[in-house]
């Protein structure tokens, strides 16, 4: 696809639900990130994957939160016994590889996100 | 902690250029200043960045003052499309760096 992709777009859950939050990267782009937007702030790092291994987790929240990218393309973000405080935006951005021939690519395309409101 | 200081809020009549500073005292030799604005409802997108020489793109321009401590984003001819929150980020230029968000300026571009 043009752009990076996540879904759904909004997911409303029960207070000790289980969620799984997708996300699809550009592809190609070896770098893939989750950040977490609570209403009115930026976002908030979360973790980082660089092709399938998980480089960084040191923003998830708790234990509750696993993320995984078994093939280094398509991520999953899960949330287990969601709570209140759960009740964000989820985004996900991915980056090409560092170079592309003399070219230094810096740039981190992010997804629209997706909404999750924990009653 | 975001390594950034923005106003809150600003104004600017469409039509008029926006001048958005950030604060970044702190900076070391090896971070560049990137600029993110995020429109309602949207990811952020990425508008511009630099090192130490000013920078121009098709959508702003970048002016980092010579001690590096501070900068400012210039959108030359506002448009209403152009109201959104506008984040100022500091960090090396490496895309696999993750980008620590402070809580940016808001913009709203007014008829």
């Known amino acids: 696809g043009a752009g990076v992709s996540q879904s759904p777009r909004y997911k409303v859950a029960k207070r000790g639900q289980d969620v799984a939050l997708r996300c699809d990267p550009i592809s190609g782009h070896v770098s893939l990130f989750w950040y977490q937007q609570a209403l009115g702030q930026g976002p908030e790092f979360l973790t980082y994957?660089?092709?399938?291994?998980?480089?960084?987790k040191s923003g998830l929240p708790s234990d509750r939160f696993f993320a995984e990218r078994p093939e280094g393309s398509v991520s999953t973000l899960k949330i287990q016994r969601t709570q209140q405080e759960d009740s964000a935006v989820y985004l996900c951005?991915?980056?090409?590889?560092?170079?592309?021939?003399?070219?230094?690519?810096?740039?981190?395309?992010f997804g629209q996100g997706t909404r999750l409101t924990v009653v | 902690d975001a390594k950034t200081t923005q106003p809150t809020s600003m104004d600017c009549a469409e039509g008029r250029a926006a001048n958005l500073p950030c604060n970044h005292s702190t900076i070391s030799g090896n971070e560049y200043v990137y600029w993110y604005r995020q429109i309602h409802s949207q990811g952020p997108q990425y508008i511009i960045h630099g090192l130490k020489n000013n920078e121009t793109n098709e959508m702003a321009s970048l002016i980092i003052t010579e001690d590096r401590k501070s900068s400012t984003l210039i959108l030359p001819h506002a448009t209403l499309r152009d109201t959104a929150v506008y984040y100022c980020i500091v960090r090396v230029a490496y895309n696999t760096d993750k980008l620590i968000f402070g809580t940016g300026t808001r913009l709203q571009v007014f008829p």
């Open positions: 994957f660089q092709n399938e291994a998980q480089l960084d």
């Open positions: 951005a991915s980056s090409p590889p560092p170079w592309t021939g003399d070219l230094m690519n810096t740039e981190a395309f």
